[in-house]
């Protein structure tokens, strides 16, 4: 029989951690091979909280644990659960909840379907078909969260992923214990996103369930927005290879427009020809920083030769964006005219809408494709 550990974090929680825990319990009833227990660790609370988990550890000494430590945000809470457990408890799964019934205890049968079908992380998801979020939350915040996960969505260039910052997930124990280091550091909200992140990065195989969010009914909600906001945007800055490739994309501009307007102006080449030439020598440029900075988790190895037959095989790709902009701009020329530096109006727009999304897929797929 494979264990499942609930962690629930918690602080002034006493109003219902009793009633929560037990119907976390109840659904042993309603699984079959699987082991719940549940782990509470308890951020110095100034109400009974770890009272009554105490207390209630006497009813289920086999299937309660209880951690107390220092208020220290909710990032550090799960870490040092997650410590605790890999050492105390062994489970083969990991279950995070909210501890103020945000989440819906009987849920957690469809995590653990997730699991034994494969999957090594399950989301619960609000933003599926199925899912939702409070009804009665105010506009504002409705759109704080739809805009904030989109923003993580398309910053990391995972739109298949719908859900990023709910806490209600199910994560295998040996991808908890790889990700240790990575995500000890972070705090607050940002910390789900690490989490999710670092197992996309590992190749672990991810699934989603509806939830059906519902707003906390006891006490006040711990989310700070300009925190939250700053957090979210500093982590996909730091760590998301699409931002990076788009900078790197950026500085590749920089050097092919530089080209192009030598070649031009001062060595009086066609301006198509002009472009072809200028582009080769970004995309050299490109090649360069994107394997050593942008997709260096998925760097090239094997040595000289390999790295010899991934930049032929970039070449090939690339070759698809030269022709891109050939065509484009010998189409934009003809039909929207040529002025005098018309041609840069059309080059940027050639390259910000078609060639990025086009070399960023291509790219992934053929030339850094995941180890």
Not at 75 to 103: K, L, N
Not at 305 to 323: A, D, E, R
Not at 340 to 365: C, D, E, M, R
């Amino acid at each position: 029989m494979k264990k499942a550990l609930v962690v629930l974090p918690t602080y002034n929680e006493a109003g219902f951690i009793k009633k929560l825990i037990e119907d976390i319990l109840l659904q042993n009833e309603k699984v079959k091979n699987w082991e719940i227990e549940v782990l509470v660790n308890d951020s110095a609370s100034t109400d009974d909280t770890a009272k009554i988990v105490k207390e209630l550890h006497k009813k289920y000494p086999k299937n309660l644990y209880l951690l107390e430590t220092k208020k220290e945000g909710l990032g550090r809470a799960y870490h040092q659960a997650f410590v605790y457990a890999i050492e105390h408890i062994q489970p083969f799964v990991i279950i995070q909840m909210d501890a103020d019934f945000s989440h819906n205890p009987n849920d957690i049968p469809l995590f653990l379907d997730k699991i034994a079908r494969g999957a090594d992380f399950v989301v619960g998801a609000r933003y599926i078909k199925g899912g939702s979020i409070p009804s009665n939350w105010g506009i504002h915040r409705k759109i704080l969260s739809v805009i904030a996960n989109l923003i993580i969505r398309f910053g990391f260039m995972k739109l298949n992923i719908h859900e990023w910052t709910n806490g209600f997930r199910a994560i295998k124990i040996w991808l908890i214990k790889d990700s240790l280091d990575h995500i000890k550091n972070y705090s607050g909200y940002v910390f789900q996103i690490a989490m999710l992140d670092y197992a996309i990065k590992k190749g672990a195989m991810l699934a989603e369930i509806p939830n059906n969010f519902i707003d906390r009914k006891y006490g006040k909600s711990k989310i700070f927005v300009s925190q939250y906001i700053f957090q979210i945007l500093s982590y996909i800055l730091l760590n998301s290879s699409f931002i990076k490739f788009i900078v790197v994309g950026l500085l590749g501009f920089a050097v092919d427009f530089s080209f192009a307007y030598l070649f031009i102006n001062k060595s009086h080449i066609a301006k198509v020809r002009a472009n072809i030439y200028s582009a080769e020598v970004a995309i050299f440029f490109n090649f360069l920083l994107n394997n050593f900075w942008s997709f260096k988790d998925k760097k090239i190895t094997g040595g000289f030769f390999s790295f010899l037959t991934k930049f032929i095989s970039f070449n090939f790709v690339s070759l698809g964006s030269i022709i891109i902009q050939a065509v484009g701009l010998s189409l934009a020329l003809k039909f929207f005219g040529d002025g005098a530096n018309s041609w840069i109006i059309y080059k940027v727009a050639i390259i910000a809408f078609i060639v990025i999304p086009y070399s960023y897929i291509l790219y992934n797929k053929f030339i850094w494709k995941k180890k």
